[in-house]
């Protein structure tokens, strides 16, 4: 913590354009005595050094966190990691506990954005639009290759039914579609809107669209994979916008070829960090995974965008520097204590301690304390 009459430095690492705008907005709304200053590079172990002299480091997805970044952040006075994001399994909370290295995030900003972008995802890629459009552009006018199915009558697979998964659901319940979900916390206003809780199976084998609104924990890594595609419904869709690990990469290319999957649509991947956030289109993608995947006809990927709306934006910035002011005490209230994300909640957790609505940008977290 910088002294009541300092200002509070803060590094921004993995900083674009929008960071800035978006920070720099919300700091001169707020009025809050804080100084940023924006990298474009990730922290990793090699960049963290540009952390010195500074109070907080506020941190993205794809940010490295681990046990020596965490070391060194500690030998350079840090005492706050400020995630501007909800997930936070980029960060070793039990290095950080270790090191007494306060850990806040952005528990919601808009979950309509992310439910939102998993709709447009659906139908974009089950009516070939991306590829209608880059027709007719080049002057082709054929519409061969190009048939879709409609969602009407439908049966639409919800893995994951809390605040985003219900609200996804919400949306494709306009299209008169039958909806499934599978989660271990019952949610009631899924029920309400005339959701069926059935077993993964028979998720799997009876959804013609199946979309992942689910955590990323031991369990659910690589749930989507060569035993589970085998028993999908000949053709399903799978559309995840929660986390690029869900999805077994290679198993999945496997699933494509073999038309067991009739269509894929992602905004995660799991070895995205080298990747999503970079204009690489001057360079060899070396990615031999996501390269194949690109060359699939009914494959569409965008690069984590589904949060990405001047709404969420804003929110993002104002409840980060929230969490920085006041854990700063800069502020009265405590608001950082809510938002702090602590060691035990890597622990399975008892269901008790899960409230089902709150799954923010895909992750369902613990409840706060």
């Known amino acids: 913590m910088s002294s009541a009459t300092s200002t509070c430095k803060v590094a921004v690492f993995s900083a674009k354009a929008y960071d800035n705008a978006s920070f720099t907005q919300q700091l001169s709304l707020l009025g809050h005595k804080i100084e940023l200053e924006f990298f474009e590079p990730r922290l990793t172990p090699a960049t963290v050094g540009l952390a010195k002299g500074f109070n907080v480091v506020c941190v993205f997805i794809n940010d490295t966190v681990n046990e020596e970044v965490l070391k060194e952040l500690d030998k350079l006075g840090i005492r706050q990691v400020a995630l501007r ?33 998993a709709v447009g995802l659906m139908i974009c890629l089950n009516r070939n639009l991306h590829r209608a459009f880059s027709r007719v552009r080049d002057g082709n006018f054929s519409i061969n290759g190009l048939l879709g199915m409609d969602f009407h009558g439908k049966t639409f697979g919800f893995i994951g039914t809390g605040k985003i998964g219900f609200l996804t659901a919400r949306i494709c319940s306009g299209f008169g579609c039958t909806i499934l979900g599978c989660d271990p916390y019952k949610n009631a206003d899924f029920e309400k809107l005339g959701g069926k809780y059935v077993e993964m199976d028979e998720l799997l084998a009876t959804s ?105 934006l804003e929110a993002i910035a104002k409840v980060t520097i929230g969490n920085i002011a006041s854990f700063d005490g800069q502020t009265s209230d405590d608001s950082w204590k809510q938002n702090q994300v602590k060691n035990q909640t890597h622990r399975r957790p008892s269901k008790g301690a899960i409230d089902p609505k709150e799954t923010h940008m895909g992750h369902a977290q613990p409840a706060a304390k």
């Open 85 to 117: 994001c909800a997930g936070f399994n980029n960060v070793d909370l039990v290095a950080a506990e270790k090191w007494k290295i306060t850990v806040c995030r952005v528990p919601a900003y808009s979950p309509y954005a992310v439910a939102e972008h």
């Open 208 to 312: 013609d669209v199946i979309s992942l609104h689910c955590p990323l924990t031991p369990e659910s890594h690589h749930l989507i994979n060569e035993k589970t595609i085998a028993k999908l419904k000949p053709g399903a869709v799978i559309v995840n916008t929660s986390r690029g690990p869900l999805i077994h990469s290679k198993d999945i290319i496997k699933g494509l070829k073999s038309g067991k999957v009739g269509g894929l649509a992602i905004d995660v991947y799991e070895d995205e960090a080298d990747i999503f956030f970079e204009d690489l289109s001057s360079e060899v993608l070396q990615d031999d995974t996501i390269a194949r995947l690109l060359t699939f006809p009914n494959v569409m990927i965008t690069a984590h965008q589904a949060f990405f709306t001047k709404e969420a």
